[in-house]
């Protein structure tokens, strides 16, 4: 339905457990996908896998819903344009991830963001660690990733904190109502 209105899909896994799922997923339709809860390169690694087609990935042909599966010719062809086109994002939610960022990040990746909520538990629960704040997280991660092609995504529950965390280096917004 999404592909008759010409509009992108994000989509976003039910739990890290799923994302040797990507790909069937991806079979029904979404632009891209967002795995939960990363922490371990092995996730990383299994998403950018099957999330992309050979040779750059081991995603299996299928699926009539792909996203504008009808408009780039052969198979070959489709497989670059989908390979250069969609948008895979792993979530960061927890200390542990946030401090490994820049060993989570590979080829593949287009994206990380934030579990702010989700987040918070694990700053709660480092209380000596050196990040006490979810503004804190977001900093070190956009440090670390500011020389790279990743982007950095933010869950914006707040507009006019836009230009605090686009100065942090944040390049992408998503807009929440208020939780």
Not at 13 to 32: A, C, E, F, Q, W
């Amino acid at each position: 339905m999404v592909d008759g209105f010409g509009m992108p899909a994000h989509l976003r896994i039910k739990h890290t457990r799923y994302t040797y799922l990507v790909g069937n997923l991806l079979d029904l339709g979404p632009s891209g996908v967002e795995v939960p809860q990363v922490e371990e390169a092995q996730t990383v690694e299994e998403g950018v896998a099957y999330f992309y087609y050979p040779q750059k990935g081991i995603r299996s042909w299928g699926g009539g819903a792909r996203r504008e599966v009808g408009a780039h010719g052969d198979r070959l062809e489709y497989a670059t344009w989908w390979n250069d086109y969609g948008l895979l994002w792993m979530q960061l939610e927890s200390i542990p991830a946030v401090t490994n960022v820049a060993h989570l990040v590979r080829p593949g990746v287009d994206c990380v963001s934030f579990g702010p909520m989700d987040l918070s538990f694990s700053i709660e629960a480092h209380p000596h660690h050196p990040f006490q704040s979810v503004d804190d997280c977001v900093q070190h991660v956009c440090d670390q990733l500011k020389d790279s092609d990743v982007r950095v995504c933010f869950r914006n529950y707040i507009p006019e904190d836009r230009d605090k965390y686009g100065s942090m280096g944040v390049t992408v917004f998503l807009e929440s109502p208020v939780v």
